[in-house]
């Protein structure tokens, strides 16, 4: 009889693991879309490290998002293709299948920015900057 379990305490710490469990969530679902998919350092489309020279194209930069030469080169390829002008024929793999990649792509890109606009969405954002906060 010493040795009485106490079932409240014992819930309380399940409730509270939980909580904590479902903050981890929360914050890992924040930071995968702002640190992984939208960072301002790392081309949009294959990752890699942005450099000096992938800002300054000699030209005004005419894209959604930011990419590195290679793939600003791919895309502006892409966009006048898209528009019914010839490509580039040496680019001889910029077929149909390569089109396609680009307009999922893109689609893939739009749906998340409209994930990202989702009330559901902002509030997950609300709710991890108010328990930041304290």
């Known amino acids: 009889m010493a040795e009485i379990i106490d079932l409240r305490s014992r819930a309380e710490n399940i409730r509270q693991s939980q909580d904590a469990r479902l903050r981890i969530a929360k914050l890992n679902a924040v930071r995968k879309h702002f640190q992984c998919m939208r960072c301002a350092f790392r081309c949009a489309r294959c990752g890699s490290q942005l450099g000096d020279e992938d800002r300054n194209v000699g030209e005004p930069y005419?894209?959604?998002?930011?990419?590195?030469?290679?793939?600003?080169?791919?895309?502006?390829?892409?966009?006048?293709?898209?528009?019914?002008?010839?490509?580039?024929?040496?680019?001889?793999w910029h077929n149909e299948a390569w089109m396609q990649l680009w307009d999922?792509?893109?689609?893939?890109?739009?749906?998340?920015?409209?994930?990202?606009?989702?009330?559901?969405?902002l509030r997950l954002l609300e709710e991890v900057e108010s328990f930041m906060e304290r």
């Open 62 to 92: 005419n894209a959604p998002y930011a990419f590195c030469r290679i793939c600003y080169e791919e895309y502006r390829e892409y966009r006048k293709k898209k528009s019914g002008q010839p490509g580039n024929p040496d680019y001889y």
């Open 104 to 121: 999922a792509w893109l689609d893939y890109q739009e749906k998340m920015e409209k994930y990202r606009s989702s009330p559901e969405f």
